[in-house]
């Protein structure tokens, strides 16, 4: 949502914690809202003898306790109970941050991550720019729904909604049984593929895959966007058996979605964007040899089961546990044939350039 001017708030109740005269940055926010766990930590750097900063939680007291200790705020937040305030305010998104003059006014929104608006609102009550733009977090990034336009459910715990994406421990994966008259590759293609067959992910199958990573089923590697779904080890590895991978891919395949879904590839604009954007993945090192991943003619081709599979893999967890599906949510207009492989390898040892790791500094 762009920023800007907004209309006066008619009967709002009182913010807790807001003094007269003296201008305001107010934010609106929730824990579990991957937007705000990004943008509410630039706020300490306001020098608050000028203006007050104050956070107001959408959640309970356990769960914006833990977002407050684990992010380091460093401006008071307090509880918005009964969501009295945002019914009032009536934010579409969050974070939401609003600049209240010295009586309380609004005088200008912000909803959403964006660099140059926080650069805007820091300059607005007199202060230098608060988020610099080589920080390697993207320029944008879209919010989260607002908790006061969510329906209501009975028998909820707001503390397990709030503190969900900071945990690192996730849900088992669920079990499906079908009837011995259900074909199974059919189910699987229908409810988890990307348009081609997909090898069904047995419980056996998948217990070799999670074997062969190291790592406890239930570990959570990494929350894909737009859905941020929980991508937790055995969630990963059934993508994996269903793309047809080696066990041994899966000390490629780990890594690859935690570093995907690391903010500064902007995952979630990749997801939903209407452009034909496909992330194409380069293996280099030792791996290479040790999978078979291949490196010379025909690379962007069919050629290797490692570069065919790994990335298959990879599209399918962003499909089954991101949520880009392409009759849904993935909005590109003309779409990529990338979006079912895209994978090379290097070719370091007869490549007349540095290696790309070296150009890119890395």
């Given at each position: 949502?762009?920023?800007?001017?907004?209309?006066?708030?008619?009967?709002?109740?009182?913010?807790?914690?807001?003094?007269?005269?003296?201008?305001?940055?107010?934010?609106?926010?929730?824990?579990?809202?991957?937007?705000?766990?990004?943008?509410?930590?630039?706020?300490?750097?306001?020098?608050?003898?000028?203006?007050?900063?104050?956070?107001?939680?959408?959640?309970?007291?356990?769960?914006?306790?833990?977002?407050?200790?684990?992010?380091?705020?460093?401006?008071?937040?307090?509880?918005?109970?009964?969501?009295?305030?945002?019914?009032?305010?009536?934010?579409?998104?969050?974070?939401?941050?609003y600049l209240l003059d010295e009586s309380g006014q609004v005088k200008?929104?912000l909803a959403g991550f964006d660099k140059q608006g926080l650069n805007?609102?820091?300059?607005?009550?007199?202060?230098?720019?608060?988020?610099?733009?080589?920080?390697?977090?993207?320029?944008?990034?879209?919010?989260?729904?607002?908790?006061?336009?969510?329906?209501?459910?009975?028998?909820?715990?707001?503390?397990?909604?709030?503190?969900?994406?900071?945990?690192?421990?996730?849900?088992?994966?669920?079990?499906?049984?079908?009837?011995?008259?259900?074909?199974?590759?059919?189910?699987?293609?229908?409810?988890?593929?990307?348009?081609?067959?997909?090898?069904?992910?047995?419980?056996?199958?998948?217990?070799?895959?999670?074997?062969?990573?190291?790592?406890?089923?239930?570990?959570?590697?990494?929350?894909?966007?737009?859905?941020?779904?929980?991508?937790?080890?055995?969630?990963?590895?059934?993508?994996?058996?269903?793309?047809?991978?080696?066990?041994?891919?899966?000390?490629?395949?780990?890594?690859?979605?935690?570093?995907?879904?690391?903010?500064?590839?902007?995952?979630?604009?990749?997801?939903?964007?209407?452009?034909?954007?496909?992330?194409?993945?380069?293996?280099?090192?030792?791996?290479?040899?040790?999978?078979?991943?291949?490196?010379?003619?025909?690379?962007?081709?069919?050629?290797?089961?490692?570069?065919?599979?790994?990335?298959?893999?990879?599209?399918?967890?962003?499909?089954?546990?991101?949520?880009?599906?392409?009759?849904?949510?993935?909005?590109?207009?003309?779409?990529?044939?990338?979006?079912?492989?895209?994978?090379?390898?290097?070719?370091?040892?007869?490549?007349?350039?540095?290696?790309?790791?070296?150009?890119?500094?890395?």
């Open positions: 949502m762009p920023h800007g001017l907004t209309q006066q708030v008619q009967n709002a109740p009182p913010i807790p914690g807001l003094q007269s005269g003296k201008k305001a940055i107010v934010i609106i926010f929730e824990t579990d809202c991957p937007t705000c766990q990004l943008a509410l930590p630039y706020l300490n750097s306001l020098e608050r003898d000028s203006v007050q900063v104050i956070g107001l939680s959408q959640d309970d007291e356990r769960s914006t306790r833990e977002f407050v200790s684990q992010l380091k705020i460093s401006y008071p937040v307090k509880l918005d109970s009964g969501l009295k305030i945002s019914r009032a305010y009536d934010p579409q998104n969050v974070p939401t941050f200008q929104t805007e609102l820091a300059a607005a009550v007199g202060q230098p720019p608060i988020a610099p733009a080589d920080d390697g977090a993207p320029a944008w990034k879209p919010g989260c729904s607002s908790r006061h336009l969510e329906p209501e459910m009975q028998g909820t715990n707001s503390h397990d909604s709030g503190a969900k994406l900071m945990r690192r421990t996730g849900d088992p994966a669920s079990r499906i049984t079908l009837r011995d008259e259900e074909d199974l590759f059919e189910y699987c293609r229908q409810k988890f593929g990307d348009a081609l067959p997909v090898i069904p992910p047995t419980i056996e199958k998948v217990e070799a895959m999670v074997k062969a990573s190291g790592l406890a089923p239930e570990t959570v590697i990494a929350r894909v966007p737009p859905f941020y779904g929980e991508a937790t080890v055995e969630k990963i590895a059934a993508n994996a058996v269903m793309a047809g991978c080696v066990p041994e891919m899966m000390r490629v395949l780990l890594p690859l979605v935690r570093a995907a879904c690391d903010e500064r590839f902007n995952l979630h604009g990749v997801q939903a964007t209407t452009h034909f954007a496909a992330p194409l993945v380069m293996i280099n090192g030792p791996v290479r040899r040790e999978l078979g991943f291949w490196s010379k003619q025909n690379v962007f081709s069919n050629v290797a089961r490692a570069n065919s599979s790994l990335v298959r893999a990879f599209q399918l967890v962003l499909l089954n546990i991101g949520g880009g599906r392409p009759d849904g949510i993935d909005m590109s207009a003309l779409g990529n044939p990338g979006k079912f492989s895209f994978c090379i390898a290097e070719n370091e040892e007869e490549n007349p350039w540095e290696p790309f790791h070296v150009t890119g500094g890395l």
